[in-house]
């Protein structure tokens, strides 16, 4: 069973990160690109958020007794071989813990385009993703 205070705790940190990456998302690319302050932000919020939505996956996979976790990339896969995420979901956690990598292991060559891409296309799935870790409520 996973403690509802850690994912209270864990959504709200989510949701305070969302906050500022939608703020960051309504730059136009030009705007984004010429700022470093806006492309790092928002590389460091996205990184952030992505942790979030991987701590709440690992949480209820451990709390549920759902399997042994080797790597963050398991996790959306043992959360939707138990219905706790649709397809979709997993696929679109999948992406983020991918992208995430990319912004740990790769910041020096990170394309501030792609960052500007993800806010402006993917931002939805962190809401999708909280509506389903909210559920288990």
Do not use: C, M
């Given at each position: 069973m996973v403690d509802p205070e850690?994912?209270?705790k864990r959504l709200a940190r989510l949701d305070e990160y969302l906050t500022i990456l939608d703020r960051q998302a309504k730059y136009?690319?030009?705007?984004?690109?010429?700022?470093?302050?806006?492309y790092g932000?928002?590389?460091?919020?996205?990184?952030?958020?992505?942790?979030?939505?991987?701590?709440?996956?690992?949480?209820v996979v451990?709390?549920?007794?759902?399997?042994?976790?080797?790597?963050?990339?398991?996790?959306?896969?043992?959360?939707r071989d138990h219905g706790i995420l649709s397809t979709d979901q997993a696929e679109a956690m999948q992406g983020m813990i991918g992208f995430r990598n990319v912004l740990v292991h790769e910041y020096e060559e990170v394309d501030h385009r792609l960052v500007h891409?993800?806010?402006?296309?993917?931002?939805?799935?962190?809401?999708?993703?909280?509506?389903a870790f909210a559920l288990l409520l």
């Open positions: 850690i994912i209270r136009d690319l030009d705007t984004f690109l010429g700022d470093p302050e806006h932000s928002a590389e460091h919020f996205l990184q952030l958020s992505i942790q979030v939505v991987i701590d709440l996956g690992q949480h451990a709390d549920n007794g759902l399997g042994a976790i080797a790597s963050a990339g398991e996790v959306p896969a043992i959360l891409e993800h806010l402006s296309a993917r931002l939805a799935d962190f809401g999708t993703l909280r509506k």
